[in-house]
């Protein structure tokens, strides 16, 4: 079993920064993959990035690609989205995964394939 929980979130003008973090607990977090997918009003979870066990791969989406990074300790059962130039367009509640697979495959994009989920953390971008 893993468990998630999200931080950081909150309001920031458009081209703003904020940093996301995900706190696991839970003896296989070192050897799951994680992820973040967000949630507007109104729309369906959208897949933003991924990263593999080991901190190597990470896949992003193309909204989001060149914007954010995600990474990892395994150390401290973290993972990080540091997320830059925000838009309006990222205002959303955003969830931490974390799966039993360990690597990235292209069924990553798709919430089906998530076993673990946090709770969730508001992010709202201002114009």
């Known amino acids: 079993q893993v468990q998630l929980v999200e931080s950081g979130g909150g309001m920031v003008q458009a081209g703003g920064s904020l940093r996301l973090s995900c706190a696991a607990s839970?003896?296989?977090?070192?050897?799951?993959?994680a992820g973040w997918f967000r949630q507007a009003p109104g729309k369906e979870r959208e897949f933003v990035a991924a990263?593999?066990?080991?901190?190597?791969?990470?896949y992003y989406s193309e909204s989001v690609k060149d914007r954010f990074n995600i990474s990892r300790d395994n150390a401290k059962k973290q993972v990080d989205l540091q997320m830059n130039s925000l838009k309006p367009e990222d205002t959303a509640v955003y969830f931490c995964?974390?799966?039993?697979?360990?690597?990235?495959?292209?069924?990553?994009?798709?919430?089906?394939?998530?076993?673990?989920w946090g709770q969730g953390t508001q992010v709202t971008v201002s114009p």
């Open positions: 995964v974390a799966d039993s697979l360990g690597t990235l495959t292209i069924h990553v994009r798709t919430p089906a394939h998530w076993d673990y």
């Open positions: 839970g003896r296989t977090f070192t050897s799951s993959a």
């Open positions: 990263i593999n066990w080991g901190g190597v791969v990470t």
